[in-house]
C-alpha cells in the first residue's frame, strides 16, 4: 500500500512574483501526514490550506484566500506537487504569489527533487469518481469521469495561427509529467499586457517566464518545447487546479477551451454532490 508522502528536508528559493512583480521568497517544507499542503503568508501570519474551497477567484490564475490574505498564482506549483506525488507539504512565501520561476512546473518539480521526497507512516488516500460530472460556459466545458488512473484529456482552439486548435490526451504519473507536461510553460498575449499593466497584474511577466504572443506570432528567442507547448500547459494548469481536491483523482478529466474558473466550478461540483465520488485507499 503506497504510503502518503512529504520533502524530506526543506528548500528555498527567490525570484519574481508574476503579478505584483515584486521578489519573493518561498519556502518548501516537510509538514505532517494529513496536513496536505499548506499555503502561509509568513508576513501576515496567516495559512491557507491548498483545497477548491478556498479559492476566491480565477482571473489569470487561481487564488485561494482566507481572511482577508491571498495567495495567487498556486495552479503551477500545486501541478508539480501532484505531478511529484506529495501529500503533505508546508508552502512558507513572504509576498502574495509564489516566484513563477521560468512560468512552468519543471523549475518547482527540480527543487521537490533536490529536497528529496519521504515516506510517512499512513496510507495514501485518492478520490474515486463514480459518476459523470461536468460544467459549461460560454462554449467552453470541463467534466470527470470515473477512472482507473488520473487521466487528462484537452481541446483548445485559439484564433491566432500561433496556437490554433490542439488536443492532448494524457495520463498523469511522475515520470510522464515529468517529461511529458511541466516543462510546458505559461502563455500571453502582448495586446492584452498594457491593459493588464493597468489593472496591477501581470507586472512581473517576461520573455523570461512567459511565452509571448504577437501579431507576428511567438516573439520569445528561446523556440517552443514542444510544437504544441500551449495545450501542454492547459493540462498543467488543469492538473494543478484539480490537485486542490486535496487528494490524487482517479478519474478522467476533459477540457474544452477550460480555464480556472470552469476547473474550479468543476470541483465544488464534483464534492456538492457525494454520490459523485467516494474515498478510497490506492492499490
Ligand atoms: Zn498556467
Redesign the pocket.
Given at each position: 500500500m503506497p504510503l502518503r508522502q512529504t520533502l524530506a528536508r526543506e528548500i528555498r528559493v527567490s525570484g519574481i512574483a508574476l503579478h505584483a512583480g515584486a521578489a519573493v521568497t518561498m519556502t518548501l517544507a516537510p509538514a505532517p501526514a494529513g496536513s496536505g499542503v499548506v499555503f502561509r503568508r509568513s508576513d501576515l501570519n496567516i495559512d491557507i490550506p491548498a483545497r477548491y474551497d478556498m479559492v476566491s477567484e480565477t482571473r489569470l490564475?487561481t487564488v485561494i484566500a482566507k481572511d482577508g490574505a491571498t495567495i495567487k498564482?498556486v495552479?503551477?506549483l500545486m501541478?508539480a506537487v501532484a505531478g511529484a506525488g506529495l501529500d503533505d507539504l508546508l508552502v512558507t512565501l513572504d509576498g502574495p504569489e509564489p516566484p513563477i520561476l521560468d512560468?512552468d512546473a519543471l523549475s518547482y518539480l527540480v527543487l521537490i527533487e533536490q529536497a528529496g521526497l519521504k515516506a510517512l507512516g499512513a496510507p495514501r488516500q485518492a478520490i474515486r469518481v463514480l459518476k459523470t460530472v461536468s460544467v459549461e460556459q460560454n462554449g467552453a466545458s470541463a467534466s470527470l469521469s470515473p477512472a482507473q488512473t488520473s487521466e487528462y484529456d484537452f481541446e483548445i482552439d485559439f484564433p491566432t495561427p500561433a496556437i490554433g486548435r490542439q488536443t492532448l490526451s494524457f495520463t498523469l504519473t511522475p515520470e510522464s509529467f515529468r517529461a511529458q507536461i511541466a516543462p510546458a510553460?505559461?502563455?500571453g498575449f502582448l495586446a492584452e499586457l498594457e491593459g493588464l499593466h493597468k489593472m496591477n497584474l501581470a507586472k512581473g511577466a517576461s520573455l523570461e517566464n512567459t511565452l509571448a504572443i504577437g501579431e507576428e506570432g511567438v516573439v520569445n528567442r528561446e523556440r517552443l518545447r514542444f510544437s504544441d507547448e500551449f495545450v501542454r500547459?492547459?493540462i498543467?494548469?488543469a492538473i494543478?487546479d484539480m490537485a486542490l481536491a486535496g487528494a490524487p483523482l482517479l478519474a478522467r478529466f476533459r477540457g474544452v477551451k477550460s480555464g480556472?474558473g470552469l476547473n474550479n466550478a468543476l470541483l465544488r461540483a464534483l464534492f456538492s454532490d457525494p454520490k459523485s465520488y467516494e474515498k478510497v485507499m490506492l492499490p
Open positions: 490564475g498564482v495552479e503551477h501541478a512560468g510553460r505559461t502563455f500547459h492547459k498543467l494548469d494543478g480556472h
